[in-house]
């Protein structure tokens, strides 16, 4: 029987491990990706939860008022709320698009790059 040294070992492991990732599994073209629009860089979907942000509607998810039912109610307690659009009067677009540009400023600032559009 041919014993092999633990230098032997370590160096095929690593070649392996390098094999693996320089290959990679080949269903990673579109997994977690959002499509840029626009001039907005690629971004994965969990940088841009990192980022505070609701690709959905355009706001900070912190403060997405159609994502979060609590903040919702704290939006129509205080009277911003639209009901037609079914979501804060501040953060209806649709009604106020100086309201998208205000968002989107913000996190231009914070990230040096365009957000990605609304979804919805």
Known sequence: MKTFS??????FALATGMGLVLTGCGNA???GVVEPTDGVKPAAAADI??????PEHGVPESEC???NAKLAAEFQKKGDWYKEHNRPESQCFVCNPKAAEKFAA??????GEKPPKPTE
Not at 6 to 11: D, E, G, H, T, Y
Not at 49 to 54: I, K, N, P
Request: with cysteine; hydrophobic share 40%; net charge positive.
């Open 106 to 111: 913000v996190y231009e600032a914070k990230f």
């Open 29 to 31: 073209d579109k997994q």
């Open 6 to 11: 633990m230098a032997r070992v370590a160096l």
């Open 65 to 67: 008022g159609q994502c």
């Open 49 to 54: 939860a990192q980022r505070d942000w609701c």
